[in-house]
């Protein structure tokens, strides 16, 4: 994922035409509770963040605020993260916002806020007998880490996907990650389907949906009925992920099911 809110010139043009009599007139209880539905899963609702790598709002100026949600909402700059949220607020929601976090008292660098209940939770299990009913769809070389990605589906998405219909409730991917097994030049070995040879498992991300799932996520970020998950290679649920940012990054594959690799999964053979 990549910050949020990084230094930009597009922010600094933008703030050119923000207004100060815009910003004067926001709504600072509006704005209070845009943030504690929206933007609190990552920034807190007290404007301080859930995670070392997302910014503090709380303290910052009100324009320099306004001026990056607008930048982000008219595209001039980019963020997996901000690119999905920044275009559903209006320009007085923005503004809004802008005058909350700028009247909040700063905090300790090292403070950090709790992930929201309603998003952190995630129903996602890992079957005790998992990859028994998976079927494996993709696998990809990951050079720079030096490890091998495979992706499995269970039934109820393959048979949706492989019929061209979104993916119901009861689907399920997993994504493994391993690290490749390396030769004496601490190279990736290379198998002879010319992907890396796997070696230790690192990790499963997650994702599935059953009904109801999605009813307590706030709906700019929902994902029908999706929820998301990772397991170490112990497979014990990473409490320290924040499900808020694996639903944004997938809103825009909305078309696809959330799916970022429904197309290889929809060429699986039966």
Not at 53 to 68: D, K, S, T, V
Not at 81 to 88: L, W
Not at 163 to 189: E, N, S
Not at 220 to 234: D, H
Request: glycine content about 6%; proline content about 4%; overall charge positive.
């Amino acid at each position: 994922m990549k910050n949020h809110f990084v230094v930009a010139t597009a922010g600094v043009f933008a703030a050119l035409w923000f207004s100060p009599q815009a910003l004067a007139a926001a709504d600072l209880e509006a704005g209070k509770a845009k943030a504690g539905a929206l933007c609190a899963a990552c920034h807190g609702a007290n404007g301080v963040s859930v995670a070392n790598h997302i910014p503090n709002l709380a303290a910052q100026r009100e324009g320099y605020i306004a001026a990056q949600l607008n930048a982000f909402k008219d595209g001039t700059r980019k963020s997996d993260i901000m690119s999905v949220i920044a275009p559903t607020l209006s320009k007085d929601e923005i503004a809004n916002v802008a005058a909350y976090f700028a009247s909040l008292p700063g905090a300790p660098a090292a403070a950090k806020s709790a992930f929201l209940p309603n998003v952190a939770k995630s129903h996602v299990t890992l079957p005790a007998d998992y990859p028994a009913g998976f079927r494996r769809y993709q696998t990809q070389n990951l050079e720079a880490s030096k490890q091998v990605k495979v992706s499995y589906a269970n039934e109820a998405a393959i048979a949706a996907a492989t019929a061209g219909k979104r993916l119901p409730d009861g689907a399920m991917i997993v994504v493994q990650t391993h690290a490749a097994k390396l030769d004496a030049d601490k190279k990736p070995m290379t198998g002879s389907d010319g992907f890396f040879i796997a070696e230790k498992i690192m990790g499963y991300a997650t994702m599935a949906r059953d009904t109801g799932w999605g009813k307590d996520i706030p709906e700019q970020i929902r994902n029908e009925n999706w929820n998301y998950a990772v397991f170490s290679a112990e497979k014990e649920m990473r409490t320290t992920v924040n499900q808020a940012e694996c639903l944004t990054c997938h809103v825009p594959a909305a078309k696809d099911s959330y799916v970022f690799t429904l197309k290889e999964l929809a060429a699986l053979k039966k």
